[in-house]
């Protein structure tokens, strides 16, 4: 009963939020202020880093994470790739990182996509070769997005303009919504693997959104309009996409 619950409650999020999304579609300004980008950089870039090499890791050791952290790292950079190439203000800062950001981003995230398919497979066993070569592309991806965080401290500059922010922000809340919706209704199907598939993509752009909107934001309105979201939207989406997950994680485990 509380599953079918948590499942019920995490698809009325997602279909709650596209109302919103139509809204901010018509509204939401094309260009915003992007306050603390050596704070946001480091936190959002080393968090990226640290989730790409846990996964690297997972599938190097056969750890039953690897699934779960394979789908979680595509979807990080691949929104971070697609953020970055519609924002070309911002590559003014540390152009050559933002260039080696892109230049890895699809890649990492067509290793996370093929170790989670393979992994996720209903039929055969995945391929141990497809896996070695994704950890270390993934490998590679977690080295650059540390690397990119780092040198971005040097750059004296903490404020900068986020351009085609209405493009961006649509685009991040139309995947937490697909993430939600599809989490609950894979979850009241009893669809094991696609419950663990859009509940951990749900809540890594959900924390992304969430960490980006605090860190970016200005001091002001802006800033306290980022701490409601979090705390009566974006945490509690979270913590029901979390539980979603580790159930579904825990149905997978080799032998339940």
């Not at 789908?71 to 790739?81: F, P, Q």
């Not at 690397?147 to 685009?171: K, Y």
């Not at 993430?179 to 859009?198: C, P």
């Amino acid at each position: 009963m509380g599953n079918r619950l948590v499942s019920w409650l995490v698809l009325a999020l997602g279909v709650f939020e596209v109302p919103w999304i139509i809204y901010l579609a018509f509204t939401q300004v094309t260009t915003v202020e992007a306050d603390h980008l050596r704070l946001a950089g480091l936190v959002i870039g080393m968090g990226a880093a640290v989730l790409c090499g846990a996964a690297a890791w997972a599938l190097w050791r056969g750890h039953p994470l690897a699934a779960a952290l394979s789908v979680a790292s595509a979807t990080l950079v691949l929104y971070l790739g697609i953020s970055m190439a519609l924002s070309p203000d911002l590559r003014t800062h540390n152009a050559w990182g933002f260039s080696l950001i892109l230049l890895v981003a699809l890649p990492g995230a067509i290793a996370g996509i093929i170790a989670a398919r393979q992994l996720l497979s209903k039929g055969g066993l995945p391929h141990p070769r497809h896996l070695a070569v994704a950890a270390v592309v993934l490998a590679v991806v977690a080295l650059t997005f540390a690397g990119h965080a780092l040198l971005l401290q040097l750059d004296p500059e903490t404020v900068g303009w986020l351009s085609r922010a209405r493009a961006i922000v649509v685009i991040l809340d139309t995947g937490e919504s697909i993430g939600l919706i599809g989490a609950g209704i894979a979850s009241l199907r009893g669809n094991t693997r696609a419950a663990l598939v859009f509940s951990v993509l749900a809540a890594t752009l959900l924390t992304c959104d969430a960490v980006a909107n605090v860190l970016g934001a200005p001091p002001g309105f802006a800033l306290e309009s980022a701490v409601f979201y979090l705390l009566v939207g974006e945490i509690p989406s979270i913590v029901l996409s979390l539980v979603i997950a580790r159930s579904a994680y825990r149905r997978l485990l080799p032998g339940d």
